[in-house]
């Protein structure tokens, strides 16, 4: 009866954990959906990337990219193959990411309930379905959160390995998938270098040679094939001086010092530790998460030390090629990484439940969950409801569109145009009346080249309109202190991060 007994609970019990995971994850598609939905604008980096995927071929997009941009050949086919099948629209060029972002959710609670108790891997999903940056990046056109997914499948594959017998087949289609895997994420190969060494060193230890044969093949063919991107795609961007440059002096503070020489250098290490909670894992209360991280690290060392060291030596590896300046350890370059901060925390807030009394963990471990996931929370539901967006460009268009009378011009500044190809269809701006601003190369803004491009043309123009979008007013303020002074703003309209001007031209007097 007993016996009867316990089964029936632990059906019940199952049956509630995957109601609970099925929540979960539904709770979490609810904002990365919201927010790819939207159809915002691209902000400056992604319109960056875009425009490379609108203006070259598959073959083109293995040279180094336009506009000092950098990302894995098949996140670009990808992204180009969308664009061909959907047309050249935000949906388009965003799908890949939102896919991947996605697949984050599904993937984590694979690698979560293998390694974790039940309690610790609901948590650690609970967290992955409110981070806001694996929430961002889902409905971004960059590649990061198609890094998390990869990573994450990775550990599952590595994990998947561990309850069979190694066999050539296996290493031979693991490896296949990871030789792909790292045309599809440049960050992805710390996490398969950490997982194989952590792997073939215990197949060492153990003496077992056929699962090192069978190691050395799975991942020979993984770094056989990063090889081959390193000549073919990843080498010609790095002899672009100015990528190059501009990468060294965009990530300057991501570079970790080693040896560090100056109190500055030691500060690097204190800050990188509680930056890294805040991005990209998402919390507020950044000391208080290293608190419960690190008492997961403790547990899961304790029960599963192989699983810890495959999780924690891809930070090693990247804060090593930190260290070479060869990768940034900064903000969502790291996003890659945070699997390893929500599985952690999610083993902490068990292990503080486990304390004896247990009532007094289960009040802990529930006030460390609230703590730490209120401001997540909150986030989270704003997202559902009312995402947020870099700029609006696609407001102050569509105001200029409703305002529009017949001989008015639109001037786009290069940055700007290349977003509102992404969202031309949605306007009736007559083609002819669109005008670009030219540049001699790259985005950065040249107002002398401007002024001495148009100046000669405003007097022949009527009202002209010039949507801008920016992080601050105060970048366009020259910008638009030189408009008023060759013609008088009759429309204005300010939304988030971006504002359009009318412009008369052919007046003497200022800008009102």
């Not at 670009?436 to 009202?463: C, M, N, S």
């Amino acid at each position: 009866m007993n016996d009867l007994n316990n089964e029936s609970d632990g059906d019940g019990r199952w049956r509630f954990q995957g109601l609970a995971v099925f929540l979960l994850i539904g709770f979490g598609l609810l904002p990365r959906l919201a927010y790819y939905l939207t159809g915002r604008a691209l902000w400056f980096d992604e319109a960056a990337l875009c425009i490379n995927i609108l203006e070259r071929t598959f073959g083109g997009l293995l040279e180094p990219l336009a506009f000092k941009q950098v990302a894995p050949p098949l996140y670009l086919w990808s992204m180009k193959c969308c664009t061909l099948v959907f047309g050249a629209n935000v949906y388009a060029v965003r799908l890949p990411s939102l896919v991947g972002g996605c697949m984050a959710l599904i993937l984590f609670w694979w690698v979560a309930r293998r390694v974790l108790s039940g309690r610790g891997a609901l948590v650690a999903l609970y967290f992955v379905a409110l981070s806001q940056h694996l929430i961002n990046y889902a409905g971004e056109a960059k590649p990061y959160a198609t890094d998390v997914a990869l990573a994450l499948a990775v550990l599952w594959m590595a994990l998947r390995w561990e309850e069979k017998a190694p066999a050539w087949q296996r290493a031979l289609r693991y490896g296949g998938a990871l030789g792909l895997f790292v045309w599809y994420s440049f960050p992805v190969v710390f996490v398969i270098a950490g997982v194989g060494l952590a792997r073939i060193f215990l197949a060492l230890w153990q003496r077992d040679k056929r699962a090192i044969l069978c190691l050395g093949l799975l991942y020979g063919l993984a770094a056989g094939s990063f090889l081959i991107e390193y000549f073919v795609a990843i080498a010609p961007s790095r002899g672009d001086e100015a990528t190059m440059a501009y990468m060294q002096f965009y990530w300057r503070h991501g570079f970790m010092p080693f040896p560090p020489t100056s109190h500055w250098d030691i500060r690097w290490y204190r800050d990188r530790v509680f930056m890294f909670f805040d991005m990209p894992g998402g919390f507020t209360l950044t000391g208080f998460a290293l608190f419960v991280w690190g008492a997961g690290l403790i547990g899961l060392m304790a029960r599963r030390f192989r699983f810890a060291a495959m999780i924690l030596l891809p930070m090693v590896l990247c804060l090593a090629a930190s260290s070479l300046k060869l990768y940034p350890f900064h903000g969502r370059m790291t996003l890659f990484l945070a699997p390893v901060i929500f599985l952690l925390v999610g083993e902490g807030v068990a292990r503080l439940c486990s304390i004896k009394p247990h009532r007094v963990g289960q009040a802990i471990a529930l006030l460390a969950l609230v703590l730490l996931s209120t401001q997540p929370l909150v986030r989270a539901l704003r997202m559902t409801v009312a995402p947020t967006r870099h700029h609006e460009l696609e407001r102050v268009l569509e105001y200029a569109s409703e305002h529009w009378e017949e001989g008015d011009r639109l001037y786009l500044r290069q940055g700007d145009y290349i977003s509102y190809r992404f969202l031309e269809g949605r306007y009736d701006f007559p083609e002819d009346a669109v005008l670009v601003e030219q540049r001699k190369a790259g985005l950065e803004t040249d107002e002398a080249d401007f002024r001495d491009e148009i100046t000669p043309q405003f007097a022949a123009w009527g009202r002209v309109w010039f949507p801008m979008s920016y992080d601050n007013e105060g970048a366009v303020s020259e910008y638009v202190g030189f408009l008023g002074e060759h013609g008088t703003t009759v429309e204005r309209f300010v939304a988030r991060g971006a504002t359009v001007y009318g412009v008369e031209f052919g007046h003497e007097n200022g800008a009102e």
